[in-house]
C-alpha cells in the first residue's frame, strides 16, 4: 500500500512512472546501491525520529549518519528515532521503504546538506525495494520539504 501512496502522490508530478521497482531488496543503503549500480553515497536514505510529538523525517546521502550535537542543535531535542513498530504509522511507510514522498500530513521532511555535493540521488519509494532518481531540484520540489538541515557527520 505505501508504494502505491508514494506512486499517487508522485503522479502529482507526472513523476510515478519513473519509479523502480526492483527485484533485490532495497530496504539498506548498501542493497539499494547494488540494485540501482549506483554509488552507497548517492543514495538518499529517509531517517525517521519524533522530536516531542512531532514526526520529523531528515533525508540524507547514504554514507552520512545522524550527528547528535548538530540534531539537537539544529531542533532542540537530542535524536530519537522512530521505533521500527511504530514508522509505518507514523510515517506512512514501512521501515526500509520510508521516502519523502506520500508521508503522513504531519510529518516535517528535512533536506540535508550532505545531499548537495550531487547532481541526483535515489530516495526510497514506500517499499523495501523501490526507488526513483532525482535531480536535488526535483526532490525540493517532490518531498515539498520545510528547510535544509546540516544535521550529518561522516560515518
Known sequence: MS???????????NAAE???ELPASSATVADAAQALKCKEEEIAKTL???VDDQVVLVVMAGDVKVSNPKFK?????KPKMIK?????ALTGHPPGGVCPFG????AEIYLDESLKRFNKVY?????????I????EELELFSQYKDWVDVAKTI
Do not use: H, M, W
Not at 73 to 77: A, I, P, S, V
Not at 123 to 131: D, E, W, Y
Not at 133 to 136: G, I, M, P, Q
Open 3 to 13: 508504494l502505491e501512496s508514494a506512486k499517487n502522490y508522485l503522479s502529482r508530478f
Open 103 to 106: 508521508v503522513n500530513e504531519d
Open 133 to 136: 532518481e532525482v535531480t536535488l
Open 84 to 88: 521500527s513498530d511504530e514508522v509505518e
Open 48 to 50: 525517521s525520529f519524533l
Open 123 to 131: 530516495p526510497a519509494c514506500g517499499s523495501g525495494n523501490s526507488a
Open 18 to 20: 519513473r519509479i523502480q
Open 73 to 77: 542543535q539544529q531542533f532542540g531535542k
